[in-house]
């Protein structure tokens, strides 16, 4: 139990860091990273508000305390006030330095959810760096040590474009050629766990040898083409096609 509590915490630091950790390799750092990284950003939007409340609050008080005095510029209305507050306030130093946590915090948690990226907060992995470079150790370039790669972006940003597509968009079937030559193709909106071929496909009575996955236009990109199979014995490697919403007949 102290793991997971510790295990957000711990989550701020860099790798490097945590492998010298006690607890290291009893901490899961995918799951604490989006623990941590969901609460930094939680935690930011809600000093973020209280800061604008704060500071709204005592310009408000400085305006008032000014308009009987004739310190401000005749003309003056609450509504010019309140712009120049929020102007103020928009270009205060900590209103950036709140809202870049609660961006890192973000960034953070998207990537431990949808491409395990466990990334700990930026300040650290800089003082890292810093320290690796007086005392002469040996340093991979910022991306490798971040956790970044090309790879990396590539999933997260697929991760997101499959989580933003249409849910309840029932799958689509094409069926073509004859006995012993009979092909289905999936077309669906979403990703099928575990569908990697040459797994078998049972649907309805039938099973199927899924042979290719492969890339279509949306909205749906995911596209699966099995090979009917003369006979089938339903076992526990046996993947087995129920969709829930009625599907779409097309023809090719």
């Not at 700990?120 to 340093?139: A, T, Y």
């Not at 999936?186 to 990703?191: E, K, P, S, V």
Request: with cysteine; charged share 20%.
């Amino acid at each position: 139990m102290l793991i997971y509590l510790l295990g957000p915490l711990l989550a701020l630091f860099p790798r490097r860091w945590r492998k010298l950790l006690p607890a290291g390799s009893a901490v899961e750092w995918r799951r604490a990273t989006v623990l941590s990284g969901f609460g930094e950003a939680v935690i930011a939007l809600i000093a973020l508000m209280y800061w604008y409340s704060y500071y709204m609050a005592v310009m408000a008080d400085h305006g008032l305390d000014a308009a009987p005095t004739g310190k401000l510029p005749s003309g003056v209305t609450d509504h010019g006030i309140g712009f120049a507050a929020l102007l103020i306030w928009a270009t205060h130093p900590l209103t950036w330095l709140i809202a870049y946590a609660g961006v890192e915090g973000s960034v953070r948690f998207l990537g431990a959810a949808f491409t395990e990226t466990d990334l700990g907060i930026l300040p650290l992995f800089l003082l890292d760096k810093i320290i690796g470079k007086f005392s002469g150790r040996s340093e991979p370039s910022l991306a490798k040590a971040a956790g970044y790669s090309q790879a990396n972006f590539s999933s997260f940003f697929g991760a997101i474009r499959e989580k933003a597509l249409v849910k309840g968009l029932p799958d689509e079937l094409c069926f073509s050629g004859s006995v012993p030559d009979e092909l289905l193709e999936i077309r669906a909106c979403r990703r099928k766990a575990d569908w990697n071929p040459p797994r078998t496909v049972r649907f309805q009575d039938s099973y199927y040898r899924l042979e290719a996955l492969s890339g279509g236009s949306a909205p749906r990109p995911f596209r699966y083409t099995l090979r009917k199979l003369p006979a089938g014995v339903m076992g526990r490697t046996v993947l087995v096609y129920s969709p829930g919403d009625a599907p779409v007949l097309a023809k090719r």
